[in-house]
C-alpha cells in the first residue's frame, strides 16, 4: 500500500510517527509492505514554499492508495490572507482528491466513560456511533450573495442537493450500516426545506436496494436532542453538509475526549484521507504529551477503507483497548490511579500489542 504522509504542524508530526510505528507493526504481522512518502502541507508548506498546498503534494497524493494527514494550522501563519493559510491547503486538498463523504465514528471506550459529560446510565458499555456528512454540497457550496448597504443589507446562502449527490452519499452509509448494526438514521429537515424533502425521497428510494438496514428519518433538531438524551439508538447517522457538521462535533464531545477520535474523507475510489478529528494542538506541541491514539485510530480507519485489511484495522483497535484496559493514560485522559504516559510511550505500547 502507497501511503502519502503529511505530518504537518504543531502535534502533527508527533503524533503521525506513533501511527506509522503501529503500521509497521502490521506490516510485520501480515508480512505486508508500506511505502510511505512524506509530503508538505499547511503552515510547513508556507514556510518552505510560500503555499498551504504545493502542486507536488497533490500530485504524491493522488497517485497514492491512501493519504494520511497528522494536524496543520497554528498562530504563526493565523495572519495570512484567507487562500494562503494552512487551512485552504486542507480544503483544495479534500477537493483535488474529490473525496465527498466525511466519516466521523464517535466511539467511546468503556474504560473512558468518566470522560464524557454524560451519565453512565445513559452510556451503558460505551458508544460507538458513525456519522456520515456529506462534504462537498450543500449550503456551503451553493450560491451565495451579499446586496446594499447599511441597515438595508442582505446576504443569502442558498441550499441545493441533486439525486446524484444524495446517492452516493447515502450509499457510503448503507453499505457501512450493513457492515455495522443495520440501522440507518438520515437526517434532515423535510418538514421546511425542499431539498430535504428531495434528499428524504431519494434516500427511501435507494433503501430498496437494502432490505435488511432499517431505515429511519429524523428532523435535525430532534436529532440534535436525541444525541444527548439517548445516543445508544444510533448505529449510522447519515446527513448533509451542515447539518453533519454540527453534530458530528456534538457526537464526538459526548465521548469527551478529542485526543481520542479519527476520521475519514472517501471519494468514489478506494483513494481516502485520514486524519484525527483534533488540531495542531500548539500548546502542548513538542512536549511528547500529545494523545496519538486518535491518529493510530485513523490508521485503522485507513486500513479498513483504503486498504481492505479489515483484520489488521481490528488489531489496532484491540491494541488499543488492551492498552488502555492496563490502565496507561495520556494526560487529556488521566484518571486517578491510572499510569500517565507521553506520546511516545503509547505508540511503542500499542504497537507492542501487535503481534
Ligand atoms: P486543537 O484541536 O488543536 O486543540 C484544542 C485543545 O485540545 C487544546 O488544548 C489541545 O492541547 C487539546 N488537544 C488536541 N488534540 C490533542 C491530543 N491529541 N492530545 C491531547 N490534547 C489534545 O484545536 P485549536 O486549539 O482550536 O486549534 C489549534 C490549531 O489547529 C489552529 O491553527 C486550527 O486552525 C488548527 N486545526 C486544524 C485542524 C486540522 O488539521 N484538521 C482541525 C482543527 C483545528
Known amino acids: 500500500m502507497k501511503i502519502a504522509l503529511i505530518p504537518g504542524d504543531g502535534i502533527g508530526p508527533e503524533i503521525t510517527q506513533q501511527a506509522v510505528k503501529v503500521l509497521k507493526a502490521v506490516s510485520n504481522k501480515y508480512i505486508t509492505e508500506f511505502s510511505f512518502e512524506e509530503v508538505l502541507m499547511g503552515g510547513a508548506a508556507i514556510d518552505k514554499t510560500g503555499l498551504p498546498l504545493p502542486d507536488k503534494t497533490i500530485k504524491v497524493c493522488q497517485e497514492s492508495d491512501a493519504v494520511f494527514l497528522g494536524a496543520v494550522g497554528g498562530e ?8 494562503l493559510r494552512p ?3 486542507l480544503l483544495g486538498l479534500r477537493k483535488a482528491l474529490g473525496v465527498f463523504a466525511n466519516l466521523r465514528p464517535a466511539i467511546l471506550f468503556p474504560q473512558l466513560k468518566a470522560a464524557s459529560t454524560l451519565k453512565g446510565e445513559v452510556l451503558g458499555d460505551g458508544l460507538d456511533i458513525m456519522v456520515v456528512r456529506e462534504l462537498t454540497g450543500g449550503i456551503y457550496f451553493g450560491k451565495r450573495g451579499r446586496a446594499g448597504e447599511g441597515e438595508s443589507a442582505r446576504a443569502w446562502d442558498t441550499m441545493e442537493y441533486s439525486v446524484a449527490e444524495i446517492k452516493r452519499i447515502a450509499r457510503i452509509a448503507f453499505d457501512l450500516a450493513m457492515g455495522r448494526g443495520k440501522k440507518l438514521t438520515s437526517v434532515d429537515k423535510a418538514n421546511v426545506l425542499e431539498n430535504s424533502r428531495l434528499w428524504r425521497e431519494t434516500i427511501i428510494q435507494l433503501a430498496g436496494e437494502y ?9 435535525v433538531d430532534n436529532a440534535a436532542m436525541q444525541l444527548v438524551r439517548n445516543p445508544r439508538q444510533f448505529d449510522v447517522i447519515v446527513t448533509g453538509n451542515m447539518f453533519g457538521d454540527i453534530l458530528s462535533d456534538e457526537a464526538s464531545m459526548l465521548t469527551g475526549s478529542l485526543g481520542m477520535l479519527p476520521s475519514a474523507s472517501l471519494g468514489e475510489g478506494n483513494l481516502g484521507l485520514y486524519e484525527p478529528i483534533h488540531g495542531s494542538a500548539p500548546d502542548i506541541a513538542g512536549k511528547d504529551e500529545a494523545n496519538p491514539i486518535a491518529a493510530i485510530m485513523s490508521a485503522a480507519m485507513m486500513l479498513r477503507y483504503s486498504g481492505g485489511m479489515e483484520d489488521a484495522a481490528q488489531d489496532i483497535e484491540n491494541a488499543v483497548s488492551a492498552v488502555l484496559d492496563k490502565g496507561y493514560r495520556t494526560g487529556d485522559i488521566m484518571e486517578p490511579n491510572m499510569k500517565r504516559i507521553g506520546t511516545g510511550e503509547m ?8 503481534k
Open 87 to 89: 487551512e485552504a491547503g
Open 347 to 354: 505508540g511503542d505500547l500499542i504497537s507492542g500489542e501487535i
Open 211 to 219: 432490505p435488511e438496514v432499517t431505515l429511519e428519518h429524523m428532523y
Open 76 to 83: 504563526k501563519w493565523d495572519n495570512l490572507p484567507g487562500h
